[in-house]
């Protein structure tokens, strides 16, 4: 709700992994990581990306969201500079 009020462009979500993926990477090796899905897509799907109460309002608010892996030190910079990292989620 606050990104709302702010009118943020985007909402960060940093995990352990580097995006989302079709199944949990870290326990199956066949993992297909998504560079881009819809929130539409990510409710079909059940894929457990946030709270489903605040991936809601970012999907009613048309706010996206990328999903990247808060352990690599150069992200925060890489995603500031615009480059593309981890899965952007978004209506399309």
């Not at 985007?10 to 352990?16: A, D, E, F, Q, S």
């Not at 894929?47 to 892996?69: G, K, R, W, Y």
């Amino acid at each position: 709700m606050r990104a709302n009020e702010i009118n943020a462009e985007v909402i960060l979500k940093g995990t352990r992994v580097d995006g989302i993926y079709n199944k949990d990477p870290l326990k199956h090796q066949d993992a297909k990581k998504y560079d881009r899905i819809s929130f539409d897509e990510v409710i079909k799907m059940n894929l457990n990306v946030m709270d489903m109460t605040a991936f809601t309002l970012c999907q009613e608010n048309n706010l996206p969201i990328v999903v990247f892996d808060v352990n690599d030190k150069d992200n925060l910079k890489k995603i500031a500079l615009g480059e593309k990292i981890g899965t952007l989620v978004e209506n399309y």
